[in-house]
C-alpha cells in the first residue's frame, strides 16, 4: 500500500503540472493564466481593449487565483493610471500580511486599504503572502471619482516569486506529516495588461434647488438668513432608473468649506432611486438636504457629487454647482389671547408653527396671553376691535412693540356666526382665526402685512375685500408654470410635503393653498421695512396720560358709536395717526376745540361672506394726547356729527378688595374682586390687568366687564412673589384706577418642551442626517432661548445644545435610541420631551408603502364650462418589493386613466365639473394594496358662478 503523503504529493504534483502552459503556447493564447506557485490566474475585466465601468465612481480590477500548497513568497502589483485625483485601492488578500507601497505619498489607511494623494499615477503594490490550498480573489477598487476625462487607462502588472525562491508545504495538524518540498522549475513569472475604461456618466445633475418654502428651479426666490433651510438636488438617470444611488453635498463661503462638508442626504438610507423621468412632487425622486445653521448665512457655493455613479452636470447647472444668498429678516412676534375658550399651550405651539412655516421669518417668538376674558361678541369683528383696544391698553402702540395680537377660536364658536374663517386688519397687527384651519392664521397674517386677494375661486373679491391687481399668476395659482425652471413648488419645512404649481395662493380662497413667491416676497417686504428699520414716525407731545378712543363706524348707513373711553399711561411719545376722512375732536365744557386728529378708520377683512345682519362695519382704537379740560369728544365725517361721548359731573371710584397683598395664590381658582361706583349713577365698565414685577409693567386679561367679580386660575399667569391686579373702571369719560394694596405670591411654573421633525417613522440608516427641532414654552420667560435647551440619548449620552440638533447617525450607536430634550427655565425648572428613533448601519427590508403626489388637489371651474380638467397624479413604492395597487373615487365626476397597476405609476386625474352646483365639491381617491396600509387624497373642485356683468379689477394704489 502507498502511504497516504506520497499519493497526497504525487496529486500535488499532478495538479501543478495539469496547470502548466503547453510547449509553445503563447501567453496570449493562454488567456491571461499565470503560472508559477500560482497556479491559474485569470484577469477580469479580461483582455485588453476598452470596458465600460458601469459603477464608474470606481474601477474594480479582479485577480483570481488559485493556489496549492502552503505557500509563503512576495507578490508585487504595478498600477499605472492616467487621472492624477486621489485614488483608493483596496485588497482583501493583504489581510494578515506585511505590506509594502512603493511611494510616501500613498498611506495603509487600513489592513486592506491605501490611499493616495493626487498626482501619485504609479504605484507598486507588495506584500508576503501565508495561504494553505485555497482558491480566492485579489480586488483593486480604483477610486476615479475625481477625474475629468471621459476615459481612464489602467496598467497592471504582477511579478511572483522568482525561480529560485521556495514554498514550504505543511500539512494540517490533523494529517500526517510531511517533509518541506523545495520546487526549483523556472515557470512563468509575471504578466503585465492594458485596459482603457469608459467613464460612462450615468447620472445628470439637472438643478440644485434651495427652497425655504416656494421656490423655482433658478432660486430666484429670496432666502431668509438662519431659516431652515433644505436644497433639494434633482437628477436625472441616463437611460434607466438606476437603484441605490448615494449622493453628497459640498459647501463653502469664500472657499472655505463649511462645518460638516459635505452633507449627507436626508433621504432614508441617504440613498434614490434615481429615474429617467423623475416628477419634481415626489419627495425621493430627488435627494433633498437639510442645511445646518452655520450654512445659512452670507454668501455659500453648494456642489452635488455622486458617491457611487459618475455624475454630470446638466447646462442649466455648469459644475453641479450653485451660489446663493440669505438676506435678513426680522422674528414675528404673536400674543395668543383666548376668546372664551380654554386653548392649551400645545395649541398655540401647533398654530406658531402652521405660521412658520408659510411665512418668511427666521424664527416666531410667541407669547400665550393670560385667559382673555370679555363680554360676548357677536362678531369677529367685534372681537377684532376687542384685540385692537388690548394692544392699546398693553402700551404696544409704538412701532418698537412688534406684537401681533392674536385670537384663535372653535368652530363650534356660537358668538362667531358670522365669521366663516378668519378676519383682520390691514396693515395692522390684530387677527382672528379659525382654530382647526392651518392655513387661516398666516392667511389673517398677510392682510397684516398689506397683501389682498388673489382671484383663485372668483369671489374673493365680495364685500369690502380688495383684490390684489398686481397678482401674476393667473387664477390665484402659485405658479404659471408647471414644469421646467421656471415653475414654482411650494415645500413645507416641517414636513417637507410639496406643493405643485397648480395649488392656489395663501391669500386665495382656494384650498388647499400655500404661499406663492409674490405672497411670500411682499411679506418678506413689508416686514423689513414696518420692522427691521428704525422709522421715522410722526409722534404726538407725551403728556402725562393717554386716552384710548375706540368706536364703529358704518360708512354705508352713516351712523358710529364710540365704545367707552380709558386713559393710559402714557408712553415717551405716541405714533400720530395717519390722516384721513373722519375726525376726533376734543372740546372743553365752553365748547372751544382743543385739539383735534383726523384719521381713516381700519377696514376689517375677513375670509368669509359679509352676511346681511353685519353690514360693511369699519373700527378704530386710537391712543392720543388727554387734553387738560377736556369735556367732550367727536366723532366726525367732514363736518358731518357721527357720535359723541360727554362728561359727567363726577369719576367713579374703585377699590381693588381680593386678592389685596400678602396672598399665596396656589393652582386652585383664585375670584378676583373688587368694590366700583359712581357719584352720577353711570354705568361702568371694567379693565383687569396684572402685573408680575410689582406694577413695572402691566398685561390686560379682561377688557369691557360689567361684573365686579371675575373667576381666574393661577396656572394662566406667570409666577412669582412680587404680582399685583390693576382695575380701572370708566364710565364712559372718566377713568378711575386702583391696584391691590401689595404684591402677592404667584407660584411659579415649569416650562413645556416641544420636539419637531422625526422623520421616516423615526428610522435613519447609514450615514443618513438626524434632523429634529427643539422648542420650549415658560410662562415666566416667554420662549426659552437655544442654550436653555440640551439634547440627549439614552445610549449615547449627550448630544447637542441649541434649538436643532443635526447629527449624523453613522456617530451614532445602532439601535433603538430615546432622544430627549431638557428644556430648563431661568428658575430651574425643566421640562422633557421624547421621541424613539431607530438607527440601522444597514437598510433593512421595508414594507411596501404608498407615496402619492401631490397629497391633495384643489381645481376650479365654472359653471358654464362644458370642459374637463385632467392633473397628473404620479404614485411611488416608498418601501420594498412590489406593490400591486388598485384605486377608487367617491364620485362620479372624478376619474382615473387606470385604476389598477403596479408601483412606480403615473396617472391622470380627470374632473368633470359638467351638471355640478355652482360651489365647493370635494371626491376621494382611495389607492389599496394587498398587506400595504391604504392612503387616500382628497380632491376639491369649486365650481364658479358665472357672472352675470363680470367686474374687471384695476391695480389698488395705497396711499
Request: aromatic share 8%; proline share 7%.
Given at each position: ?121 504609479a504605484l507598486e503594490v507588495s506584500y508576503r503572502y501565508r495561504r494553505l490550498m485555497f482558491t480566492g480573489q ?392 414696518r420692522y427691521g428699520t428704525t422709522l421715522a414716525t410722526a409722534t404726538l407731545a407725551a403728556t402725562d396720560h ?291 428613533i431607530q438607527v440601522y448601519r444597514e437598510r433593512p427590508t421595508l414594507p411596501a408603502g404608498f407615496s402619492l ?107
Open positions: 500500500m502507498i502511504p497516504r503523503r506520497i499519493l497526497f504529493l504525487l496529486a500535488v504534483i499532478w495538479g501543478i503540472v495539469g496547470m502548466m502552459p503547453h510547449p509553445g503556447q503563447t501567453l496570449a493564447q493562454h488567456n491571461g493564466a499565470l503560472s508559477d506557485h500560482v497556479l491559474v490566474a485569470a484577469v477580469n475585466p479580461a483582455g485588453s481593449g476598452t470596458q465600460t465601468a458601469r459603477d464608474s465612481k470606481q474601477i474594480v480590477l479582479t485577480i483570481e487565483a488559485y493556489q496549492y500548497p502552503l505557500v509563503i513568497g512576495n507578490v508585487k502589483y504595478n498600477l499605472r493610471w492616467a487621472s492624477t485625483g486621489t485614488k483608493t485601492l483596496s485588497y482583501p488578500w493583504a489581510e494578515g500580511s506585511s505590506l509594502t507601497v512603493s511611494d510616501a505619498r500613498c498611506t495603509k489607511t487600513s489592513s486592506t486599504t491605501v490611499e493616495c494623494a493626487a498626482g501619485v499615477t485579489n480586488t483593486f477598487v480604483v477610486d476615479v471619482s475625481s477625474t475629468s476625462n471621459n476615459s481612464f487607462d489602467l496598467t497592471y502588472q504582477i511579478n511572483y516569486p522568482s525561480a529560485t525562491n521556495y514554498v514550504r508545504a505543511t500539512l494540517p495538524p490533523t494529517s500526517e506529516s510531511a517533509n518541506a518540498l523545495t520546487w526549483t522549475r523556472s515557470w512563468i513569472t509575471s504578466f503585465s495588461n492594458r485596459m482603457t475604461f469608459s467613464l460612462e456618466e450615468q447620472i445628470s445633475a439637472t438643478a440644485l434647488e434651495v427652497t425655504q418654502g416656494i421656490q423655482d428651479l433658478n432660486n430666484n426666490v429670496v432666502l431668509i438668513a438662519e431659516r431652515p433651510t433644505y436644497v433639494r438636488a434633482h437628477v436625472q438617470s441616463k437611460p434607466g432608473d438606476q437603484t441605490n444611488v448615494s449622493a453628497v453635498l459640498h459647501g463653502q463661503r469664500n472657499g472655505i468649506p463649511l462645518p460638516g462638508s459635505p452633507l449627507a442626504p436626508s433621504n432614508l438610507g441617504g440613498t434614490i432611486t434615481v429615474k429617467n423621468n423623475p416628477d419634481r412632487g415626489q419627495l425621493n425622486d430627488s435627494f433633498f438636504f437639510r442645511l445646518p445653521l452655520a450654512w445659512r448665512t452670507g454668501t455659500v457655493e453648494l456642489e452635488l457629487d455622486m458617491r457611487n455613479a459618475r455624475i454630470g452636470c446638466a447646462s442649466s447647472l455648469p459644475d453641479c454647482k450653485t451660489r446663493v444668498d440669505f438676506d435678513s429678516s426680522t422674528t414675528l412676534y404673536l400674543r395668543f389671547l383666548d376668546a372664551g375658550n380654554t386653548v392649551p399651550d400645545r395649541t398655540y405651539y401647533i398654530a406658531a408653527l402652521n405660521v412658520f412655516e408659510r411665512l418668511p421669518v427666521p424664527t416666531i417668538d410667541w407669547d400665550r396671553g393670560r385667559s382673555l376674558k370679555v363680554n360676548p361678541v357677536r362678531s369677529g369683528k367685534d372681537l377684532l376691535l376687542k384685540l385692537h383696544k388690548f394692544k392699546m391698553i398693553d402700551n404696544c402702540i409704538n412701532p418698537s412693540c412688534k406684537y401681533h395680537y392674536v385670537s384663535l377660536y372653535p368652530p363650534s364658536s356660537s358668538i362667531f356666526y358670522t365669521l366663516e374663517n378668519g378676519v383682520a386688519h390691514p396693515g395692522g397687527a390684530t387677527a382672528v382665526a379659525l382654530l382647526t384651519r392651518p392655513d387661516v392664521l398666516s392667511h389673517e397674517l398677510g392682510h397684516n402685512f398689506n397683501r389682498d386677494h388673489p382671484l383663485c375661486r372668483g369671489d374673493e373679491g365680495t364685500g369690502n375685500q380688495a383684490i390684489d391687481g398686481f397678482f401674476p399668476h393667473p387664477g390665484g395659482k402659485i405658479s404659471t408654470d408647471t414644469a421646467g425652471p421656471a415653475a414654482f413648488y411650494g415645500f413645507n419645512i416641517r414636513s417637507t410635503e410639496i406643493y405643485h404649481p397648480g395649488t392656489g395662493d395663501l391669500m386665495s380662497y382656494c384650498f388647499p393653498n400655500w404661499p406663492s413667491a409674490h405672497t411670500y416676497t411682499g411679506i418678506w417686504n413689508d416686514m423689513v421695512s393717554a386716552i384710548i378712543v375706540s368706536g364703529v363706524i358704518t360708512p354705508t348707513q352713516g351712523t358710529a358709536t364710540l365704545e367707552p373711553l380709558y386713559t393710559l399711561d402714557a408712553p415717551s411719545a405716541l405714533p400720530a395717526p395717519a390722516p384721513g376722512s373722519y375726525t376726533l375732536r376734543f372740546k372743553d365744557a365752553a365748547g372751544d376745540v382743543l385739539a383735534s386728529y383726523p384719521f381713516e378708520p381700519d377696514t376689517p377683512v375677513e375670509l368669509a361672506t359679509t352676511t346681511s345682519d353685519e353690514p360693511d362695519l369699519r373700527s378704530f382704537v386710537l391712543a392720543l394726547p388727554w387734553p387738560a379740560g377736556v369735556a367732550r369728544v367727536e366723532l366726525l365725517r367732514g363736518e358731518q356729527l357721527l357720535a359723541t361721548r360727554s362728561a359727567s359731573a363726577s369719576p367713579p371710584t374703585v377699590t381693588v378688595t381680593n386678592p389685596n397683598g400678602g396672598e399665596n395664590l396656589s393652582s386652585a381658582p383664585v375670584t378676583l374682586s373688587w368694590n366700583a361706583s359712581d357719584p352720577d349713577g353711570d354705568p361702568l365698565v371694567y379693565v383687569v390687568q396684572y402685573s408680575r414685577d410689582n406694577g413695572a409693567t402691566w398685561e390686560t386679561i379682561a377688557l369691557d366687564l360689567s361684573a365686579t367679580t371675575l373667576e381666574l386660575d393661577p396656572a394662566d399667569f406667570p409666577g412669582g412673589d412680587q404680582s399685583l391686579f390693576r382695575v380701572q373702571a370708566s364710565d364712559g369719560f372718566h377713568t378711575a384706577v386702583d391696584q391691590s394694596d401689595a404684591v402677592f405670591s404667584v407660584a411659579r411654573h415649569a416650562p413645556e418642551a416641544f420636539i419637531e421633525g422625526l422623520a421616516n417613522g423615526g428610522m435613519y440608516v447609514g450615514e443618513q442626517m438626524l434632523l429634529l427641532d427643539g422648542s420650549a414654552y415658560d410662562r415666566e420667560d416667554g420662549m426659552l432661548p437655544a442654550t436653555a435647551l440640551r439634547w440627549s440619548s439614552n445610549r449615547d449620552g449627550a448630544l447637542d445644545i441649541g434649538a436643532e440638533l443635526t447629527r449624523g447617525v453613522a456617530a451614532m450607536s445602532a439601535g433603538t435610541h430615546t432622544i430627549t430634550l431638557t428644556a430648563t427655565d431661568s428658575d430651574g425648572q425643566s421640562a422633557t420631551a421624547s421621541v424613539t403626489a401631490p397629497g391633495e388637489m384643489g381645481l376650479v371651474a365654472s359653471l358654464a364650462s362644458n370642459t374637463t380638467l385632467t392633473r397628473t397624479l404620479t404614485l411611488r413604492n416608498s418601501g420594498d418589493g412590489e406593490l400591486n395597487w388598485s384605486a377608487s373615487a367617491d364620485q362620479p365626476w372624478a376619474s382615473l386613466s387606470s385604476t389598477s397597476g403596479s408601483a412606480p405609476a403615473d396617472l391622470v386625474l380627470t374632473l368633470d365639473p359638467r351638471g355640478l352646483a355652482a360651489g365647493e365639491h370635494t371626491a376621494t381617491i382611495a389607492f389599496s394594496a394587498p398587506d400595504v396600509t391604504a392612503q387616500a387624497i382628497n380632491v376639491y373642485l369649486y365650481v364658479q358662478e358665472a357672472p352675470s356683468n363680470p367686474r374687471i379689477y384695476l391695480p389698488l394704489v395705497r396711499r
